[in-house]
């Protein structure tokens, strides 16, 4: 089947049921078909896995992971799209449709067992679907997400370029950009082009951090003011003279001309490390 038929099958069922794409909560629906098998072996799936898909759309990829994966749990917070869902995938024995916002959903709420996330994410969702597993008590085995190409290259960003995204992504697990998507792969067209990009979760962080809130309040912190030298940052940050920022660094053996997407995970936990003795030291 070609990517024009996709294409034509996508308006046929927006048409058949009434539906168009809702600009605000920037739907896009997949149309290329090449792009399904780069996802479902990026995702690794077999008759065992279960997978929560945040915003199925048509269920064009939900068709696809339903024939390779035990079962899908698709979450839609469009409730007309939910509805064709259901209609769609009633027949189905390992599909469930959840109409509700995936930030207000607790994974363990609908699995019990290991499982894996697959998405198409709006821009303006990304960082929030991010945090909402990566934070979660009982974390996804791996991620394939379907985000911006710029929001994937920050993401999988090498040091030089880092944000507070990418640590926190990194503190958590591996991300891999698996393909560049074409904005035309896309009905309507959006844009810009997008990325599928694969994030493997560790079981435990890398780094040798006990406390995450202040270890990301300390990251948070070294990226107040944007490229500005980390000494600087960090005292406008944490509200602290810049003597006390130099010495955190020096103890830290942090050059302290250095800009805070230039640091890896593991200076920034070493900067942790110092900064906790001291907050304990000062207590």
Not at 85 to 101: I, Q
Request: glycine share 4%.
């Amino acid at each position: 089947m070609t990517e024009d038929s996709l294409l034509a099958q996508t308006r046929r069922l927006l048409r058949q049921s009434g539906l168009r794409a809702r600009k605000g909560l920037g739907q896009h629906f997949l149309v290329d078909r090449t792009v399904l098998p780069v996802i479902i072996s990026a995702a690794g799936l077999s008759a065992s896995d279960t997978v929560i898909e945040v915003g199925p759309g048509l269920g064009i990829l939900t068709r696809e992971l339903a024939k390779n994966a035990g079962r899908i749990i698709a979450v839609e917070l469009d409730d007309r799209l939910a509805d064709t869902l259901e209609k769609t995938f009633a027949s189905a024995g390992n599909v469930s449709v959840v109409n509700r916002n995936i930030l207000d959903i607790a994974p363990s709420s609908v699995t019990d067992r290991p499982y894996k996330v697959v998405a198409n994410l709006p821009y303006y969702i990304t960082s929030p679907v991010l945090r909402h597993f990566l934070e979660a008590a009982v974390k996804p085995q791996r991620m394939v997400l379907m985000v911006q190409k710029a929001v994937a290259e920050v993401i999988a960003a090498e040091p030089g370029k880092r944000s507070l995204l990418s640590i926190s992504v990194l503190f958590y697990g591996k991300p891999e950009i698996i393909r560049y998507v074409p904005a035309r792969s896309f009905y309507p067209v959006p844009e810009v082009d997008s990325a599928i990009i694969r994030i493997d979760l560790y079981p435990q962080p890398p780094v040798a951090v006990t406390d995450e809130t202040s270890f990301f309040n300390l990251v948070r912190a070294g990226f107040t003011a944007s490229r500005k030298q980390l000494a600087n940052s960090l005292a406008q940050g944490l509200q602290i003279e810049k003597s006390a920022s130099l010495s955190l660094l020096e103890r830290a053996h942090i050059a302290p001309q250095r800009r805070a997407e230039t640091l890896t995970l593991d200076e920034w936990a070493q900067l942790w490390q110092v900064f906790r003795e001291e907050r304990d030291r000062q207590c």
